[in-house]
């Protein structure tokens, strides 16, 4: 009997310290139907404005369009997931497609990405042109036979440690392999708070960095109480890029990992 009291005692413990329901478990972000559970900002425009239905709802996919801008003029736009996450791992498809907004810079050609450890949109001042955060940065080949890396890294308004090393760089590249306009390509980010980040494409470990802080340019006209260079990134908003090349979205999807807040 007392052997039993012991283990019953045990499995109580082991109850308690069990994860949250849905932790470990594959969670869709998008339901394919609608953008509900997402928060568009664009540039030059309030938190929740849509300016010209950049992201809209298509056969299931989250499409990036500019079909009713006239003129980009640095309208780059997110589109957030409602909460914040620290460690998971997030998978999503995209597949760049025509035609590019002749308005936009020239670096946006068959260049998008999904932003994380994000500050929240609502802390956006609408002149604000990039958040605070870090980028999986994505492109595709531009025809010519030269190499162009999907899954790099970007940083508006933050800085990591590559290599062992603090570094300012605004964008490192990854060593994928490069993947054509058109082609779908499988993306995987695997994120533990601000101790160890993953670039994944296509089943492939492309990019290893770690310790990302909030520092260095690119980011403007932000609320200088959400720049504190220096502080720790351990969590914060995922976000879809709207930079100027229509992108498709689908099977967005996150599994939170141990120690996810």
């Known amino acids: 009997m007392k052997k039993l009291w012991i283990g019953l005692l045990a499995c109580v413990a082991l109850s308690a310290s069990a994860p949250a329901p849905g932790d470990g478990e594959w969670t869709s972000l998008f339901n394919g139907k609608n953008l509900k559970n997402w928060i568009v900002k664009i540039h030059h425009h309030p938190v929740g404005k849509n300016f010209g239905n950049t992201f809209r709802v298509k056969d299931g996919m ?16 997110h589109l957030y997931y409602k909460t914040p996450f620290s460690h998971y791992h997030l998978q999503m498809e995209y597949r760049f497609v025509d035609p590019w907004e002749k308005t936009a810079p020239s670096y946006t050609i068959l260049n998008s990405g999904v932003m994380f450890h994000s500050q929240d949109p609502r802390t956006m001042p609408v002149e604000q042109d990039w958040p605070i955060s870090v980028e999986m940065q994505f492109l595709a080949g531009l025809g010519d036979g030269q190499p162009r890396p999907t899954g790099n890294m970007c940083s508006p308004g933050t800085n990591i440690v590559y290599q062992g090393k603090f570094n300012t760089q605004h964008c490192i590249n990854s060593s994928s392999k490069t993947y054509e306009k058109g082609e779908w390509v499988k993306a995987e980010l695997i994120v533990y708070g601000d101790s160890l980040i993953q670039h994944i494409i296509n089943g492939d470990t492309v990019l290893q960095y770690s310790k990302p802080s909030i520092g260095g340019g690119v980011a403007n006209r932000y609320d200088p109480a959400q720049k504190i260079d220096g502080k720790a990134l351990t969590s914060g908003h995922i976000a879809l890029q709207s930079e100027g090349q229509p992108i498709d979205f689908r099977n967005i999807r996150i599994r939170k990992l141990p120690g996810n807040k």
């Open 62 to 77: 989250i499409q990036v369009r500019y079909d009713q801008y006239g003129d980009f003029n640095e309208q780059y736009g």
